[in-house]
């Protein structure tokens, strides 16, 4: 009798496996979910709501954008990271969520590594220190001399702790030796509120919605924080043109599913967004956001994923920094 199920047993490992294939090439039955890791109304949320409508349309059933934000991204990491692999919960990934939060944070409660499994990149934009209008400083060096004579009374708001937003204001105090003080939100969108109501004095915010307020004049650029100046912004130095060395980084996004996700789905997310990329309507949307492509895929986007860590991890050695 044992050898009988034993005999069974072992008939039913490919079997298994082949049914496993057969529901990945039938992906999807039933509507996807796409997690966002962040509040609405921000650049995330943006790109992740773009993504969600043409996989709808190029799937052939509902993908359901959810904004399920806190703790800088990593709630969302955290809920995709213990998904099943089944190809039905995805989410948007960022620098901060699958990059600078494993490093930073002490225990993030995932692996950005070895708990996902990348699809594509999506896009990748940069920041910009800016203030209210009505602020007194008109340039890097006012603010800097500003906050050291008031050290700790100026504020700085960001999407939420180990965001880019965050680690750029760490990294200025850190080069500027100014003390300012970090005021974290659920998302870009309700820091940029309480900017423009006066609630926090400064933020790094990015080209949209960033870049039409300034031309309205509802917020004043200081520096971006990027090696050249932006196309939308040419009037506006770089950090470096002021004088602040070491504050540059880029945030990036891409779709991403948990680990062991099937190889046929993976396959056909890759195929899938590589031709939303390649729209017209991808293409205006990213110029509309001041952003740029991020178009990796395949092992070429698991390395970029990997060096990210590894840049971050570097950071969080050489400064000895946390955000917990």
């Known amino acids: 009798m044992t050898h009988v199920t034993r005999r069974a047993a072992a008939l039913s490992v490919p079997a298994l ?57 990593s709630v969302a ?16 990934g960022t620098q901060g969520t699958k990059a600078s ?36 400083w ?19 708001g960001s999407a939420g702790i180990g965001t880019v937003q965050h680690l750029l204001g760490e990294m200025f105090k850190l080069s500027t030796g100014a003390d300012l003080a970090h005021v974290p939100y659920r998302g870009g969108a309700p820091a940029l509120a309480d900017l423009l109501a006066g609630n926090v004095q400064l933020m790094f915010e990015y080209p949209n919605p960033g870049i039409e307020m300034i031309r309205a004049g509802r917020i004043r650029p200081l520096a971006v924080a990027a090696p050249e100046r932006l196309p939308g912004l040419p009037d506006v130095p770089t950090m470096s043109e002021e004088g602040v060395r070491n504050v540059e980084a880029e945030t990036w996004f891409a779709l991403f599913g948990p680990r062991d996700l099937p190889p046929a789905v993976t396959a056909r997310l890759e195929r899938e967004t590589a031709e939303i990329m390649a729209s017209e309507g991808f293409r205006d949307f990213l110029a509309r956001q001041g952003a740029l492509p991020l178009a990796l895929r395949g092992e070429a986007f698991r390395r970029f994923v990997s060096a990210e860590v590894a840049k971050w991890r570097a950071f969080a050695n050489a400064t000895n920094f946390r955000i917990d």
């Open 77 to 92: 990491a955290r809920t995709v990271a213990r998904s099943a692999p089944d190809g039905y919960t995805l989410m948007i």
């Open 17 to 73: 496996a082949l049914a496993t294939a057969a529901r990945a090439q039938a992906w999807p039955e039933r509507p996807v979910t796409l997690v966002i890791p962040f509040a609405p109304g921000a650049f995330t949320d943006a790109v992740g709501r773009f993504t969600a409508a043409g996989l709808t349309q190029r799937l052939g059933q509902s993908v359901v954008a959810e904004n399920r934000p806190g703790a800088g991204g």
């Open 101 to 136: 939060n494993a490093s930073l944070l002490r225990n993030p409660g995932y692996d950005p590594e070895s708990d996902f499994t990348p699809v594509h990149g999506l896009a990748k934009i940069v920041g910009t220190l800016v203030c209210r209008p009505d602020a007194p």
């Open 138 to 156: 008109r340039n890097v060096a006012e603010l800097v001399a500003d906050a050291k004579r008031r050290p700790g009374q100026i504020t700085y």
